[in-house]
């Protein structure tokens, strides 16, 4: 029998009930059979083979944190991705974002450096599959002729792996758990929160950037406060956040080198996040902010605080600015 969405349930049991019943009952014959014996199902299930019972277990049993595949979460989590090579499935190429649009992001190859646009839409109908489905088939019949990218993006999902060769899939382990540069996940809506299961605290290997330090030195200069070079507020050094201009990923070694040009002090109330995420940018001097956002948003009345400000290490950082309005400012 063929089992979907629109399958009666309560029919279903009440067929497996009468097999059951009939089980060692001659053909025709009245009465009970032997309850005491049990029925096997051979159930068949579409795109899995017979040796791949596990693979199934583990996609039906996947945990109840999900990716968060709404178009705000895809693209943030796009731009977190810019300059950064990430390689395909087969770990033979790589792909890099240059810059993310108002609908589409610019993909580099190593057969065009100069980036093709792909639209933002594909990725979030990627990234929906795989919230839905737990697997996906990393090949062109799924994803389209864009597969080796959408591929590489699906692995920068918190718990994705590759199972199987042909066709390689994409599915999500029960480790799940969000990194810095992973799309962000959400608690799924049907889905009570009850007392966190398992470690609080997990061992883990971190690289830092042996710049950062002196980075973060050049800028503060040895003060214990500082100004937020977008809001022009004046904080603690601890409420300042050593922010890159260019983007580290994406920046030429002599441009990260280049300190303290390439960054600037952005505090984390807000300015920071707000140019990482590309909603304020600098040009001509002077703090300017998308149009992308409702001004009567929490995001859009952020954003008019600090819109037309003057930003006084602007001519020394002119060329990262500039970088950063075609790349990741929105708009």
């Not at 605290?201 to 980075?215: A, G, S, Y």
Request: aromatic fraction near 6%; glycine fraction near 8%.
């Amino acid at each position: 029998m063929h089992l979907d969405g629109s399958t009666d349930v309560a029919e279903l049991r009440m067929k497996l009930g009468k097999s059951a019943a009939a089980v060692h009952r001659a053909p025709n014959a009245i009465g009970e059979g032997n309850r005491t014996k049990k029925i096997r199902l051979i159930v068949a299930v579409p795109g899995f083979e017979p040796s791949e019972s596990a693979l199934l277990a583990s996609v039906l049993s996947r945990p109840s944190k999900v990716l968060d595949a709404s178009l705000s979460a895809v693209d943030g989590f796009l731009r977190e991705l810019i300059g950064t090579p990430i390689p395909t499935v087969s770990g033979t190429r790589t792909n890099t974002i240059l810059s993310v649009g108002t609908d589409h992001v610019l993909v580099a190859t190593s057969r065009t450096p100069t980036g093709q646009p792909v639209p933002i839409a594909e990725v979030v109908a990627a990234l929906e599959h795989l919230k839905q489905d737990g697997i996906i088939d990393a090949n062109v019949e799924s994803l389209g002729y864009r597969s080796a990218f959408f591929g590489a993006v699906l692995l920068q999902v918190p718990g994705a792996r590759v199972v199987g060769a042909a066709p390689p899939r994409i599915t999500i382990s029960e480790s799940s758990d969000a990194e810095p540069g992973h799309p962000p996940t959400r608690i799924a809506p049907d889905v009570e929160p009850g007392p966190f299961q398992g470690a609080l605290d997990r061992p883990v290997t971190t690289r830092q950037r042996r710049e950062q330090h002196r980075l973060r030195a050049a800028l503060l200069r040895g003060r214990d406060e500082a100004t937020c070079a977008l809001c022009g507020e004046t904080f603690p050094a601890r409420f300042l956040w050593a922010s890159h201009i260019k983007k580290r990923a994406a920046a030429t070694e002599a441009e990260a080198r280049d300190l303290p040009r390439i960054a600037m002090l952005a505090c984390i109330f807000g300015c920071d996040a707000l140019f990482e995420d590309g909603y304020v940018s600098v040009e001509a001097g002077a703090v300017i902010g998308t149009a992308a956002v409702d001004e009567a948003s929490a995001i859009g009345r952020k954003i008019n605080q600090i819109r037309g400000r003057a930003v006084g290490e602007y001519a020394t950082s002119a060329t990262y600015f500039a970088w950063h309005r075609e790349h990741v400012f929105r708009s």
